[in-house]
């Protein structure tokens, strides 16, 4: 679940992103404690803690006093628009950087993407893509 | 922060044979911290001197502020677990366990005897009896329940399966998130307590080679992997800590973060990046320094820093 070489709190601030976007963890829902975080991750309390203050500083999670951490409103569709940008980085990139190795040029890339979502039985668009 | 702990210049010589050198830090309250290091290196002795069960031959120690020699008020306030801890031949653990509630004033009982029976640990048999993993069990169990303000874990797991050891974390970090407490975790299985700590100290041959917070050390080496004179362009004016061929493969571990400049570069090469655990990262380093001057020590505490 947790990957070498890169800084745990940002895998802890990224995993509660994706139960964000998800919809796991819903907008105005309360967030897992840091000590919920730190004994499911198996990691120290203070670097569960810094990741979720990294939450609390982008503004995806905020404090009710005495209670706990709440997803902010807009959250969701906040983490949405950065991964969106960072989706080209993060997947397309190393995509074709592997299918230039292979000699796989982009229309071949676009015909496999073509074939296996047709090979999904649900639709290829997702709820987030209508938006 | 506050520190707990604060050394200054502090030296260690057996004879001829220098263990500590001339080694100064400082602990902060309520963190864990990983004293990693080869066999050897000092980590024992450093931890003996802290809590006074041994003398250094010079520098200067202040525990909570205060000299920790023949000390009761600094003392009751800190737990050494030892790898070897020595017991009276009859005792058991019962007796070790009834001594620890009257020396550690913040003894829980109700949490020692569940980890009685998390470990299964059999309280009347003689503890020269018992097997390495239940002798190492009776030393988690007073180190955790001491819930001392100051507790060290000398290679605390030696004969404890992968079972235990799991229970040995899960109720450390549990018990830490309720009861925050300074802890010094000396351990040869790196990549077994990485998540634990949150600072790292690297001792090699009785100096600091590293003192730093995990997460920054976590991304301070990368391997690079590709064909050899590819990596060999990448890596000019790098610090190389590590190097294997295999074929026209090279692979080359090297210090420093890689920025996005790096990262096209890498890409327009053709080389792919690997990130370097913990482990990896201490055993490159402490390797590194076996074989090469003492000045690389210097060398390498700027890099990565």
């Known amino acids: 679940m947790i990957e070498e070489g890169r800084a745990l709190f940002l895998q802890i601030a990224e995993g509660v992103e994706d139960s964000i976007i998800d919809g796991s963890l819903a907008e105005e829902a309360q967030a897992p404690s840091t000590n919920e975080l730190a004994a499911f991750f198996r990691i120290n309390p203070a670097t569960a803690a810094k990741g979720v203050n990294m939450l609390v500083d982008k503004g995806v999670l905020y404090k009710r006093r005495g209670i706990g951490m709440f997803v902010a409103p807009g959250a969701r569709g906040m983490l949405l628009a950065e991964r969106r940008t960072a989706f080209a980085d993060r997947f397309v990139e190393p995509l074709l950087a592997e299918a230039r190795k292979l000699g796989l040029g982009p229309d071949d890339l676009s015909r496999l993407i073509l074939e296996h979502a047709g090979t999904h039985a649900e639709p290829a668009t997702t709820e987030g893509a209508s938006r | ?305």
């Open chain 2, 1 to 305: 922060m506050t520190d707990v702990i604060e050394v200054q210049g502090l030296t260690k010589r057996y004879r001829d044979i220098i263990a500590v050198d001339d080694v100064s830090f400082t602990i902060e309250k309520d963190t864990i911290y990983g004293l990693l290091g080869r066999n050897g290196a000092g980590k024992t002795t450093v931890m003996s001197i802290l809590t006074a069960q041994n003398f250094a031959s010079s520098g200067d120690i202040r525990i909570f502020g205060e000299k920790p020699y023949e000390n009761a008020r600094v003392l009751s306030r800190m737990c050494f677990v030892r790898e070897s801890q020595k017991y009276p031949d009859d005792a058991k653990p019962v007796h070790a366990f009834r001594s620890a509630r009257l020396f550690f004033p913040h003894w829980d009982e109700a949490f020692a005897q569940r980890l009685i029976s998390d470990f299964q640990l059999p309280q009347n048999r003689r503890i020269k009896k018992l097997s390495r993993g239940q002798l190492s069990a009776v030393g988690v169990i007073i180190g955790l329940a001491s819930r001392a303000e100051i507790t060290f874990f000398d290679e605390p797991y030696l004969g404890l399966d992968a079972v235990a050891r799991q229970i040995f974390y899960d109720r450390l970090l549990e018990d830490y998130s309720e009861h925050p407490r300074t802890v010094i975790l000396s351990s040869h299985l790196i990549d077994e307590v990485a998540n634990l700590i949150e600072r790292v100290l690297v001792i090699d041959r009785g100096r600091i080679l590293l003192d730093e917070t995990t997460d920054a050390v976590r991304d301070r080496a990368c391997t690079i992997v590709g064909d050899a004179d590819a990596v060999d362009r990448f890596i000019s004016g790098r610090e190389v800590i590590h190097r294997e061929s295999l074929g026209r493969t090279t692979s080359v571990t090297v210090l420093g973060r890689l920025g996005a400049d790096d990262r096209a570069r890498l890409a327009a090469l053709g080389l792919d990046a690997a990130p370097v655990s913990l482990q990896q990262l201490i055993v490159r380093l402490t390797q590194h320094a076996a074989f090469d001057t003492p000045d690389v020590h210097a060398t390498i505490e700027e890099v990565v820093r």
